[in-house]
């Protein structure tokens, strides 16, 4: 179980969308729809952003959107604000009721 | 409103157990068909799954620290534990509790454990 994928940072400017790209394999992301992405504040727990690849748990806003190609996951954020500069991790189910996170992208508003 | 909190010793010395209880207010285990989990993250670093427990009581671990952990439930479905055993400086880590089905919705404030002697 090797954990997924994610850029280690990335950068936009305010009013712009960045993508976050969350590469597995098929024995986790490109094999099931349960792909979950989470905010995280420094000294802070994660928070839920998107959850069955797709889905926004209710509270969070639309300009967080989530999406999957083959065994690449990705969470795009539009008209970024200044508030979205966190660390965001990707997690995917790995069958038999496990799980795997991604090493983390730190987030840079410019 | 569901609310986790870890808690246990924030100092384990080598080779010891580290030993951390998750309590549950706003719900219970039973209510439910959640997994709840513990995560982990080193100072600097990123999220680690290290295992679950599904509401009807079986476990589930990460293969890479399964022969070190376990993880309960208590019986009145108010708490559920973590223990590691044989822990070292590379255990020091944030653990976090969680509930969700394919995903973490709930999660505890987080709790630092730090491995020394």
């Known amino acids: 179980q090797s954990a997924l994928t994610q850029p280690a940072s990335v950068s936009g400017s305010l009013g712009q969308s960045i993508t976050i790209s969350c590469a597995g394999t098929s024995g986790d992301v490109g094999g099931y729809n349960y792909v979950s992405w989470y905010q995280q504040y420094p000294g802070k727990a994660p928070k839920l952003l998107i959850y069955?690849?797709?889905k926004r748990p209710s509270g969070v806003s639309n300009r967080f959107s989530g999406s999957k190609s083959g065994n690449t996951a990705s969470l795009t954020i539009s008209g970024l604000q200044a508030e979205d500069e966190a660390d965001y991790y990707c997690c995917s189910y790995a069958g038999g009721s496990t799980w795997v996170f991604g090493g983390g992208t730190k987030l840079t508003a410019l | 409103q569901l609310q986790l909190q870890e808690s246990g010793p924030g100092l384990v010395r080598p080779s010891e157990t580290l030993s951390l209880t998750c309590t549950i207010s706003g719900g219970s285990i039973s209510t439910g068909a959640f997994y709840w989990g513990w995560i982990r993250q080193p100072p600097g670093k990123g999220l680690e799954w290290i295992g679950s427990i599904y509401y009807s009581g079986s476990t589930y671990y990460n293969p890479s620290l399964k022969s070190r952990v376990t993880i309960s439930v208590d019986t009145s479905k108010s708490h559920f534990s973590l223990n590691l055993t044989s822990v070292t400086a590379a255990d020091t880590a944030s653990y976090y509790c969680?509930?969700?089905?394919?995903?973490?919705?709930?999660w505890g404030q987080g709790a630092l454990v730090t491995v020394s002697s």
């Open positions: 969680a509930r969700g089905i394919m995903d973490f919705d709930y």
């Open positions: 069955d690849v797709i």
